[in-house]
């Protein structure tokens, strides 16, 4: 398994091609993009090669590309279903599957493997039948497979979403801005599913996936708490009380100040995981730190915003109710901290 | 405590015990906001009848003629009972009620309380889209003409003005002298030509505020209440109408609501996770302090001893506490809780739907007068420190 | 066991006497008076009969007497051995010792018998002997005698402290404003001990002591972040920085407001329990509340005064260290937490 | 990471590994300040000789002329190899000698930076009684006489200056003006008849700062850095001159320090303790999150893109992060830590005694601009918001 840890020239540039055109697509939907909108670009302008090593024909970026798309989508509170996706085409590209290229032809040409982002629960049983159900699967509506996992990793798989012992509703979360199913798998047949890898081969492509996934949430939680905050201080420059403007306070002004470091310490802590020789064990740091300082600044926010932010029409609510899903997203909200320190005690 | 209030306690007790609707709460969850109506106005309808929602009111009115010792036996045991709050009354029954007695006239409380007994709901209309916590700054119109004032102008957050009545208006009639000294307060009819309410979609998906918006609407000059121009004052009375009693009644309902998170840990399985009982155990002596601060405030202003700044201590408190409270009932219920689910009308800050309870827990950090503003009188009026200044100079550069 | 639950005016008239009593002698030391000069008081003038009944003789004054009391003394940092000389006092006071009458006069007397601080560990061997350390006993160096009991509460006594099988030493700690020591007891036989109670009736009364340490700690608190806030604000007052007091920086303002709730809160909190049915159950809740909010109200203090509170002759350190003291006292900082979760979950 | 830094890294290793002083913690716990000083002597020698303390001197000087990059290796290094600080040299290496490069004459340069690295200590006399984080308000006198200057005033907080042979000072010359126009930059001998020092006697029990009397003590006009009035600028460079290092090598001490909170941990079984393991579990990011700002704050000052309150954030998260650190810390030690233990001298801010440390932490929060500053720097000069108002006029009533 091999990760890009630093930036070449060449590869510098297309990251900021890629970075400047998830920004105007994102500028040209503005917040909160109909999930079409961002999805389809994401097909056509390419963003989804970057999940792509170059010898499979892709950019080959990476995790540092991921940072940089999700980091924009975030900003942006996108719906479309990117992470999912390159969480399946970077399985995809793991696996020894043998028409490998073919499928990856079909995924980045937008058919829509989806994927958990959440744990769930799923089992094998005797007869070789799958159990259980897959949590806060995105946008499967849309999607023709999802990527799937038994709770022990020995399992990687992609299942058609449209076949008999697989139900799946949705799952409507107060975070409006994406789109949650609960698959639910019934003594479904392994034999009849696409097999990704097995044993502990699909051990370390599912510890790859979870640190992606950790990692791209936490993006998403970085762009989500800097457009936040440059929302929130517009505003205080904006709104006059007291005739003069709130930004004047400065009880108000230290609490931004506190905002801005929170911000910039996840980032800085993000983008220091991802260029580290091994960033798989830095994920869950970064995802922690990230998404529970995004959900503070979206609570200050909301705050600072005074009755307007209780609106339903102005935004703010939006990327509190993000930040407050993402918190739990992945491995969940409260797990984090204990896997953190245990892996710290255990290195000790 | 003294034998009588204890009598007033026990009848208060065993009259709830029969007559507190069943099972409210599940009713109320995923109601339609009309059937909300009707329960508040069947729950109302009985409370007058028991004399239990206007134990405030001046001896000589029906139900009337308790002390606040009395009135805060009747709000706890409401709260002991988990009866549901009477939200759509609340503006009627103590800022309407208590501005007619204080300052009203003989001809308006005897035109308007009877109403108000019937079930007429009230709104009130100070807050307005550019002025939060800064009611000096109100720019709704009220122009004087013959024997009537001609309004124009927008209201907001207005606790369920689309059901109401009538309006407790604050609005300007003078542009001149210290923005304070411009305005007056007005009782308007809400069937009026010109007047149109807009309910304001919540984050939570509720709507129990809205606009108001006033189109050369007529106001008759009997309808004003104190002079012109007097209507800051008579805007504080109305304000403190309630000073404190709402307070106990929430914090009590708080402390009734620990049970719920004790719920929520079952049912994620964390009673034995002792981070989990750490931050509940954090939490309880929290809880009780609130509890404590509206009890012993309520205390002070039956004994005559309110100093400035106590207010602002019990409801920043209790805002911080609620924000800790549902926050944590947020951490328990984990992914769970992120799923949308319907919500309860009437209910009181803790429901258990803990993402919602999050939402709206803000309703009290915000809403009548912000965490901000608390600790700016705390700091100016208990601790003595330097009042924001007048006249700011920039420094250079700067516009 | 009876509690003052209410104050009648006579006995209200009392208390005002006791509370201007304490204040006048902690206003003649000034902060962290000599140990001596507070302890000397508290016999001569009567303070330690508040914690007698009056069917004793004491002023009966309780709960109430006591938090009155301990508020002053912490607000001057007293270093006199009040607390555990109570605790003493009302042990006896409670037990049905036949010679108690004698005891109780050369206790209210002057004569000190000390008691421990924080929980420690004393156990009975089936030889009737006792072992193990006393925590936390304050001032042992003039005591005549330490109240104890064994982990199992079912024995209460009176142990002297010079005897062989019994040995004290001082452990300094950060906190200067008061003196603790360690007292080891090596096969001490219970048979040469003064036993106040024993079996259940000891359970009961130590689980009386209990809550009076844990209430006078509280009340230690609440005095200590009075004395420190208004200290603070002072200070902002007073110091100039940017051409203009410190008190005019409304973030500072703030912090203070903030601080002016805590302390509030926690004093409301323990009137309220000092004041209930059943005030024992509401002790450890009073005493984490007060304990940690001192220690809140100490650090922000000490931020607020900057340099000047990093200098030992300055009073805001003194604040600091007994505040942070204060919170490890009794059953143990993180222990409270775990108790008061436990009571409330084990009564739904 | 280029060849030449990690062969640099690897050399670094090895002399560290070899010549860092064995079991300095524990010879430095407890020991006479005396003692300390000897130990940071001979450590300071040792570094000297190597060329590890002076790679930030420019080429042509003893161990200089080492890229940003390559001070950073050093740096982390040494951190690494839990070296000695060395706080007795701090102001002489960094702060005298980059004032001296930037802004001093030739004949300054020979006269003193052969003195420093022959082991002259010197301090900084800036701070003063009632200027704390406001340079400006400085009140020590430096009247010109012919070619002296005659200097009158105290200044505090100077660290170790009771061992020192040299003084930074920085005095008023002028007092008509804007205040900072009026300073003057003057290198003192500390020998001089009418300096007297007074250590101050700190919280922790240390006095590793001082107070500074100067009653008519003479200082060249030789010895003045810069032209008269120009000293608020020469100050600027002298803060400036270790910008970024410091922290880098605080934030990687910072991360090993993580190993005796473990430690603690383990002396205290706790470390099954879920409620501990989460505090723990919410600390380490935070610690990652520390280093990652110093590194890449460092970083953007190699490629020369920092930006106005880039540093401020560095420092104002570190301080905050390290406060958090040491308060778990001393939670986790219960009553245990409470007890007066001995303190290690020329430690980093981590050294298991978490009372000690507690207080300690407030040297980062308070000194060096203090969080509220930089608090002020970060909305103001990052995020755009309001400076704070030039002049003020209090409400009305106020004095």
């Known amino acids: 398994m091999s990760h890009q840890t630093g930036v070449s020239d060449e590869s510098g540039e297309l990251l900021t091609q890629l ?9 040209g939907t503005g917040l909160l993009g109909a999930e079409d909108h961002i999805w389809k670009p994401s097909v056509e302008l390419g963003w989804l090669l970057n999940a792509v090593p170059e010898e499979l024909d892709g950019l080959g970026l990476g995790n540092t590309g991921t940072h940089a798309i999700h980091l924009e989508l975030g900003k942006g509170l996108s719906g479309a279903p990117y992470l999912p996706a390159t969480l399946a085409i970077d399985a995809l590209c793991q696996s020894t599957l043998s028409d490998k290229s073919s499928w990856l032809e079909r995924l980045t040409g ?14 094998l049983d005797d007869s070789q039948n799958l159990d259980g159900t897959l949590t806060a699967v995105q946008s499967a509506d849309i999607a023709s497979h999802v990527l799937a996992w038994t709770n022990n990793a020995e399992q990687l798989l992609i299942i058609a979403l449209d076949q008999s012992g697989l139900e799946w509703q949705e799952r409507k979360t107060w975070d409006e801005t994406r789109r949650f199913y609960d698959v639910n798998l019934n003594a479904l047949p392994l034999a009849k599913q696409t097999r990704l890898a097995q044993g502990s081969q699909a051990k370390d492509i599912v510890t790859r996936l979870l640190a992606q996934r950790d990692f791209a949430l936490a993006a998403d939680a970085v762009g989500g708490a800097t457009a936040l905050l440059a929302m929130t201080v517009d505003h205080l420059q904006t709104r006059v009380q007291f005739r003069r403007p709130l930004a004047m306070f400065q009880a108000l002004k230290h609490r931004c100040a506190d905002m801005k470091a929170l911000t910039a310490a996840s980032e800085a802590m993000l983008f220091d995981a991802l260029h580290s020789a091994a960033p798989e064990q830095k994920a869950t740091a970064a995802k922690h730190l990230a998404c529970t300082s995004f959900a503070k600044v979206a609570e200050e926010s909301l705050q600072l915003h005074g009755g307007i932010g209780m609106a339903a029409e102005h935004p703010c609510h939006l990327f509190l109710k993000r930040a407050l ?24 | 405590m003294t034998a009588e209030t204890e009598t ?19 009713a109320m969850t995923n109601a339609e906001q009309e059937r909300f109506v009707e329960v508040q106005k069947d729950w109302f309808g009985k409370l007058v009848e028991a004399g239990y929602a206007t134990p405030h009111w001046p001896e000589g009115w029906p139900g009337g003629g308790r002390s606040l010792a009395e009135q805060k036996v ?12 009477l939200i759509l009354y609340f503006v009627a029954l103590y800022h309407a009620a208590c501005t007619l007695f204080e300052c009203g006239s003989d001809a308006q409380r005897d035109k308007y309380l009877p109403g108000i007994l019937k079930g007429e709901i009230w709104c009130q209309g100070f807050s307005e889209p550019n002025a939060g916590s800064d009611l000096a700054s109100l720019k709704t119109r009220a122009e004087r003409k013959g024997d009537k004032y001609i309004i124009n102008g927008q209201k907001t957050w207005s606790t369920m003005a689309q059901y109401a009545d009538r309006c407790l208006l604050l609005a300007r009639t003078d542009k001149s002298g210290v923005p304070q000294a411009g305005l007056t307060y007005l009782l308007l009819d809400m069937k009026s030509k010109g007047v149109s309410v807009r309910p304001i979609s919540q984050i939570t998906g509720d709507d129990e505020f809205a606009e108001i918006f006033f189109d050369d609407v007529e106001v008759s000059i009997d309808d004003r209440v104190g002079e012109e121009g007097a209507g800051w004052a ?44 750490r931050d509940l155990g954090a939490l309880i002596p929290k809880v009780d302090a609130a509890c404590a601060l509206a009890d012993q405030y309520l205390q002070k202003r039956i004994s005559d001893t309110e100093q400035a700044g106590d207010a602002s201590i019990v409801k920043l408190y209790y805002a911080q506490t609620l924000r800790e409270f549902v926050a944590l009932g947020q951490r328990i219920s984990g992914l769970e809780g992120q799923y949308h689910a319907g919500f309860m009308r009437g209910a009181t800050q803790e429901t258990g739907n803990w993402t919602l309870d999050f939402m709206n827990s803000y309703n009290w950090s915000i809403a009548g007068g912000s965490n901000e503003i608390q600790r700016n009188i705390i700091a100016e009026r208990m601790l003595g420190m330097p009042r924001e200044p007048k006249n700011w100079q920039l420094a250079e550069g700067q516009s």
């Open chain 2, 8 to 26: 007033l306690r026990a009848e208060t007790r065993a009259w709830l015990s029969r007559n507190t609707p069943a099972e409210w709460r599940q």
């Open chain 2, 74 to 85: 009747i709000f706890e045991e409401v709260a002991r009972a988990d009866a549901p709050r």
């Open chain 1, 110 to 123: 937008g058919e829509l493997v989806t994927a958990p982002l959440a744990d769930g629960d799923l089992t």
């Open chain 1, 19 to 27: 970075r400047d055109s998830v920004r105007q697509v994102i500028e």
């Open chain 2, 234 to 277: 008579v805007a504080q009375a109305t304000l403190a109408s309630e000073r404190g009693l709402t307070l106990v009644e929430l914090t009590q309902r708080m402390r009734y609501g620990l049970s719920m998170l004790a719920q929520t840990m079952k049912d994620q399985q964390r009673t034995s996770d002792s981070a989990i009982l």
């Open chain 1, 325 to 348: 899903l993402n918190v739990h997203l992945g491995r969940g909200g409260d797990m984090y901290e204990q896997l953190i320190a245990e892996a710290f005690l255990t290195g000790t």
